[in-house]
């Protein structure tokens, strides 16, 4: 038996359903479904999990691999960047005297095994008729978590029966137009691309064993081979590719210098080494990051499923780049960061990978300058982040799109859609409060949140009735622009000015050197503060105490008021059921706005306010977002209202693996599956985040007997476990120092040797 045999028996005989994600049969249409959920990712290189190639010419679309950070403009006069797919590493062709091998396969015979817990994607296939030869075709393919330039790719050939001349050819696939060659050396490639200077190289080794005997190739190209023999039953044949890939930000002359070496490592570890690290490294964030759930076995499949994403989106080792709205596994929304980072990804990570967690807050520190050329554009000081991100940090929502009745619509949300710098601020504070990283909140994290203090006291003026209003902007709900005091907005402004004094008398008083530096470069004084300590008082929150509802913006409630119950069978957003007109003028919200606020920041609604705008706000919402059922989902779990959260939590996680949103096949939406982490933890677990420790209100789903999982906080892990049945939450320290924990209204402290079970919570 073969190793790579070995490995696909051992997948499937020892793997645990729950660990699995698995398809069988092939449907040409629903093929870019499959690649997007069944794609692979280290944060570095993501590879689609397109396996047509071996079913001969069908294919989908196009193959897909992506490297993070690769932007280029698509044309001379474009100002857009996009992510730039990279050459097709994966690339084969096996080939009889008449033509492509895998020309006919049994299509029922395809089947796609995503190992979760490995981060290994298995296919297997067989081609039994109209072909001199019976062929059994395995494939494992990985993109290396311990070393990420690296992938790797293992075929496996079994020839059941028949005599036939075969040639297998390694290539790599096209690059289109968007990548200049510099550089085609046999093991090597280098390119760069067309405008942005970015340079790319791929340094490759491959090799083909027939019984266990390796073979010459009988061609070699540049990062090419060709092997030819005569196929006979009961051969295994096992072809092997190991690839490295570099991204250099200028262009280098060395540029494969770096991935030679990458290269030459990984063939000293062999296959098998690349293998053995690469599932460490899986099986450490598996460690720190996974959730167990009983009682309800979709909602654990869709927990390892969005952890599985989250865990392959991020690169703690690359400051240069952000997860981006499709992660590495899509081309829709062209590589864009967005708000979906810091609001729906950095609460996982602050508390399973704070590396991962701190590496994309550097990225928005890298970027800060270019916030504070967006905000000086406007006539404010501070920064303004982009709504749209690349890799400078420059604003890159595309001005123009075509709107779904092909008209084309101008977009305005790369110069309204502000709250993206209070989001920023956010998940810079989150971060601080789970890690008390000292050396990240000097450095980087104190300038983010001053900044972004600064420019809501400047962008909220003060007006005649004695408030400061923000005008024109979109929150949120973007069917509605140019819309005056968003509440979600405003909100968080009020929010993001009061960090940023608490962070100017944090820095003061612990640092004062750095608080000196700051002051100095920022030019920021006590007359300064003190404005900003006027400025928060005085936004308007469109707070009503008679009706207990924040009013989502001016004259929201004069607008017009839709049935939403009324289209319930609707398969297309609410937008295109009414027209883009009508929805402007009416009470239909495309996601969370309100209610986004609620679940962010709930201390913000008085008394029972919470319940009151959740009631008023939930039934006036389209869901046109895939964030908005995950914001609705964390908030139902804050009040108390467990099987309306799962609810949500289902409809979160369906968007990716049940393919109830129309676009999956231009990539995971990464943000959603960030929410199904947020319900789970912060909505049923009830954890939250304080100065002096951590809290726990638990809620969990009827069916939801226990829900156990580990986090990272301040240098400590904790083991947490929530029996649903006994109502009895236990907490174990396994590293670091004793710490408080808050539940069922008291506040204990916890050791090592002094775990903590409180009975009587998660009703
Ligand atoms: C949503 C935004 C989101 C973006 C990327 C848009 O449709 O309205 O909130 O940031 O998609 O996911």
């Not at 079913?55 to 960047?81: E, M, N, Q, W």
């Not at 927990?303 to 596994?329: M, Q």
Request: one cysteine or more; glycine letters at 8%.
């Amino acid at each position: 038996m073969s190793v790579a045999d070995t490995l696909a028996e051992d997948m499937i005989a020892g793997g645990d359903p729950s660990w699995l994600l698995r398809e069988t049969g092939y449907e040409l249409l629903r093929e870019s479904t499959f690649e997007t959920r069944f794609a692979l990712s280290n944060g570095f290189l993501g590879v689609r999990g397109g396996l047509a190639s071996h079913l001969g010419a069908c294919r989908a679309v196009p193959p897909r691999i992506y490297v993070a950070g690769l932007f280029d403009t698509p044309t001379p006069d474009s100002v857009v960047p996009e992510l730039v797919p990279a050459p097709d590493w994966t690339q084969v062709r096996i080939l009889l005297p008449d033509g492509p091998l895998m020309r006919c396969p049994d299509r029922s015979s395809r089947a796609l095994t995503l190992d979760m817990r490995r981060g290994a994607l298995f296919m297997e296939a067989r081609q039994t008729c109209n072909a001199p030869l019976d062929v059994c075709l395995r494939s494992l393919r990985l993109v290396s978590l311990h070393a990420r330039a690296i992938g790797m790719q293992v075929i496996e050939l079994r020839i059941e029966s028949g005599v036939s001349d075969l040639t297998f050819e390694a290539a790599f696939g096209p690059t289109d137009f968007e990548l200049a060659p510099e550089r085609a050396e046999l093991d090597l490639k280098a390119w760069r691309t067309w405008r942005s200077g970015r340079s790319l190289a791929i340094a490759a080794a491959a090799s083909l064993e027939v019984d266990g005997i390796e073979r010459q190739p009988v061609m070699r190209g540049d990062l090419t081979w060709n092997w030819s023999w005569t196929a006979q039953p009961g051969q295994i044949v096992t072809f092997r590719r190991i690839i490295a890939v570099t991204r250099h930000h200028a262009t280098d002359v060395h540029a494969g210098a770096r991935a030679r070496k990458e290269l030459a490592a990984a063939r000293t570890l062999g296959w098998r080494g690349i293998l053995a690290r690469h599932e460490a490294a899986w099986a450490e964030r598996w460690r720190c990051s996974d959730i167990r759930v009983t009682g309800d076995d979709a909602a654990q499949a869709a927990l390892r499923f969005a952890i599985y994403h989250l865990n392959g989106a991020a690169n703690p080792e690359d400051p240069h780049v952000s997860v981006a709205a499709r992660a590495l596994t899509g081309d829709d929304y062209r590589g864009h960061v967005f708000w979906d980072t810091e609001i729906f990804l950095v609460p996982f990570y602050a508390l399973t990978w704070p590396e991962a967690a701190r590496t994309l807050l550097m990225y928005r520190f890298r970027t800060l300058d270019a916030a504070r050329a967006k905000a000086a554009q406007m006539g404010c000081r501070g920064a303004l982040y982009a709504w749209e991100s690349a890799d400078s940090g420059s604003e890159v929502t595309p001005a123009q799109t075509v709107g779904p009745d092909r008209k084309i619509l101008d977009v305005l949300c790369g110069s309204q859609e502000q709250h993206i710098s209070a989001d920023v601020a956010y998940a810079v504070w989150q971060y601080w409060q789970a890690t008390e990283d000292e050396a990240f909140l000097q450095e980087a994290g104190a300038e983010i949140i001053l900044e972004t203090a600064r420019f809501w006291t400047w962008r909220a003026a003060l007006e005649a009735d004695g408030r400061r209003h923000i005008r024109t902007v979109i929150g949120p709900d973007e069917y509605h622009e140019g819309v005056d005091d968003n509440a979600f907005t405003n909100g968080m402004a009020r929010w993001t000015i009061a960090r940023g004094l608490d962070v100017a008398a944090l820095v003061q008083a612990r640092w004062p050197e750095t608080w000196a530096r700051l002051a100095r470069s920022l030019d920021l004084g006590e007359p300064e503060l003190a404005h900003w300590r006027e400025a928060a008082e005085a936004i308007a929150t469109g707070f009503d105490p008679a009706t207990g509802l924040f009013e989502q913006f001016a004259g929201f409630s004069a607008l017009e008021t839709v049935d939403l119950n009324a289209y319930a069978g609707r398969s297309v957003p609410m937008d295109v059921v009414l027209g883009r007109e009508r929805t402007q003028r009416a009470q239909v919200i495309k996601q969370a706005d309100v209610v986004a606020l609620l679940a962010l920041l709930p201390e913000a609604f008085p008394g029972a306010s919470g319940g009151t705008n959740f009631d008023h706000y939930e039934p006036r919402c389209g869901h046109g977002s895939s964030l908005s059922r995950a914001m609705h989902g964390l908030a139902a779990a804050r009040l108390g209202r467990a099987e309306a959260a799962l609810s949500y939590f289902r409809r979160s996680a369906a968007i990716d693996l049940a393919d109830t949103h129309v676009a999956i096949g231009g990539g995971i939406h990464v943000a959603a599956l960030g929410g199904v982490w947020m319900i789970a933890i912060l909505g049923f677990a009830g954890l939250s985040l304080r100065a002096d420790g951590l809290a726990f209100d638990p809620c969990l789903p009827a069916d939801w007997q226990s829900l156990d999982f580990r986090i990272r906080w301040r240098g400590r892990d904790l083991a947490v476990a929530i029996d649903g049945t006994t109502r009895v939450l236990r907490v174990a320290l396994d590293r670091g120092a004793p710490m408080t924990v808050f539940a069922g209204g008291a506040a204990f402290v916890i050791a090592m040797d002094r775990p903590l079970t409180v009975e009587g919570v998660g009703g």
